[in-house]
């Protein structure tokens, strides 16, 4: 084995980037073992110098994040700060004082990856981020690498632990959003401004970085169609109830069925009990996958926390060590396919409708005509009367977002339609 250690230089030493040191000490033996050579944390960067790191010996600890890259002499940066700045400005400097980079950052990746690949590249540097989408779970090199020959069609998951945690509890218990809420972030699953998990920003960063790997091509954050799930109801979750189905928020990447576009999202939908994602239950994380020769897979776990989130990032370190110690790196940037991403009117699905109408006679058929007329055919529907008042569930077959939107928009205006309660896509059948 080779005796001069590698050297890792940490940014960030919170939730994450403590695990991180943690394992490289505890594990160092086993570590140098599987790299071939022994790897030593060389520095780590924070914001507040004073705080009390267990296990960090003092000298290591610096507030210039921007020397400790610039050394010349260290082999990985793992960047654990988050955010796009200054951490893109530390990663691509990194690349041009010849380190290889770790990272567990999805909103730089969803934003800039391209260009972070292309400092790589021109560097002759390593860009893992394992980490990235879903914490601990093996997801970005099994796509990148282990299922390098096949073809990806569609990529399913749950990526967000919060907002799986929320309505899993809606769920099991019929609360509702706002008291699932207040539990998530009495727990700790749910930040105290929980905007980017419960909007779904969190995971359409996730959704355009699996996108662009599933589909060797490039998908930005702003290709992504997003809808949060502070609308769900408990009346959701009965409806979905009473068709077997559950409700999760799912980011969703496909290729379309003629091979010619991709399409990006992340919406709440309405899943049957009897598809795997359905049993994820509390902050677990899930991604299902379906690809021509593999046919279906899935991958569960931990999406977050610091020690799984952690084991992501040491697997990175050991694959990067390895290959500067072969003198190679792995595999860069694959959007050789340019294939475009198409707009949410493009995608085809289903769709639960719930309207509030009057309960006379002719409505049914009303309703039913504007449907026809937008080309968007029924599957099943049902009715609820009581008071001259009624609710009707409409569940769709298979069409275009856009001719939704436009019987929507269509139902609005009927006199006999006193409100659209509730609309909400059905995958996953
Ligand atoms: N937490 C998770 O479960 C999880 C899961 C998957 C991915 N990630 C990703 O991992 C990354 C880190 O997340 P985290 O939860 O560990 O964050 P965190 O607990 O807030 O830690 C951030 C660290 O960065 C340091 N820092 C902030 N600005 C800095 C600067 N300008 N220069 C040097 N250091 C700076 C902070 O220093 P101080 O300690 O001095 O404040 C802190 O140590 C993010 O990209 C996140 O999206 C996190």
Redo the contacts with the bound molecule.
């Keep these: 084995m080779r005796t001069r250690p590698l050297k890792v230089a940490l940014?960030?030493?919170?939730?994450?980037?403590?695990e991180v040191a943690r394992i490289m000490t505890t594990h160092a033996d086993d570590l140098a073992a599987r790299i071939g050579a022994p790897v030593e944390l060389a520095g780590v960067?924070?914001?507040?110098?004073d705080?009390v790191r267990e296990g960090i010996p003092a000298e290591l600890i610096t507030?210039d994040?921007t020397a400790l890259v610039k050394r010349g002499d260290i082999d990985v940066v793992v960047e654990?700060?988050?955010?796009v700045e200054?951490?893109r400005t530390l990663i691509t400097t990194a690349f041009a004082h010849s380190a290889s980079v770790v990272?567990?950052?999805?909103?730089?990746l969803a934003q800039d990856g391209a260009s972070l690949y292309a400092a790589a590249q021109e560097h002759g540097q390593d860009l893992y981020y394992e980490?990235?989408v879903a914490?601990a779970i093996p997801l970005i090199r099994p796509l990148r690498e282990s299922l390098a020959g096949d073809k990806i069609n569609r990529v399913m998951g749950i990526v967000n632990g919060t907002t799986n945690f929320i309505l899993d509890k809606m769920d099991t218990s019929g609360a509702g959003y706002s008291e699932a809420l207040d539990e998530a972030t009495a727990l700790g699953y749910a930040e105290a401004d929980p905007t980017a998990d419960v909007e779904g920003f969190d995971a359409a960063a996730k959704a355009a970085i699996l996108a662009g790997i599933a589909f060797h091509t490039r998908v930005r954050l702003d290709d992504v169609y997003r809808e949060g799930m502070t609308e769900v109801t408990a009346a959701d979750f009965a409806s979905a109830k009473q068709m077997g189905c559950t409700i999760k928020l799912l980011a969703i990447c496909e290729r379309a069925a003629d091979g010619e576009s991709v399409t990006a999202r992340v919406h709440p939908a309405m899943i049957p009990l009897s598809h795997p994602l359905a049993s994820v239950r509390e902050a677990y994380n899930a991604v299902f996958v379906e690809a021509d020769a593999a046919g279906q897979l899935m991958f569960y776990g931990p999406?977050?926390?610091?020690s799984?989130?952690a084991s992501a990032v040491l697997g990175d370190i050991v694959a990067v060590c390895r290959n500067r110690l072969n003198e190679a790196t792995g595999p860069g940037e694959s959007a050789y396919t340019q294939l475009p991403v198409s707009s949410m009117g493009e995608v085809v699905t289903r769709y639960h409708i719930s309207l509030d109408v009057a309960d006379k006679p002719g409505v049914l058929a009303q309703v039913a005509t504007v449907f026809a007329e937008h080309g968007v055919s029924i599957d099943t529907v049902r009715q609820k009367g009581k008071d001259g008042e009624a609710s009707l569930v409409v569940v769709t077959h298979r069409a275009p977002d856009a001719a939704l939107s436009g019987t929507v928009e269509a139902l609005r205006k009927l006199d006999t339609v006193r409100g659209v309660a509730s609309i909400m896509r059905v995958e996953g059948e």
């Design positions: 940014l960030g030493c919170g939730v994450v980037g403590s960067a924070v914001r507040r110098p705080k507030t994040a654990v700060i988050g955010g200054p951490a990272s567990a950052n999805k909103a730089l980490a990235a914490g999406g977050a926390g610091g799984p989130t």
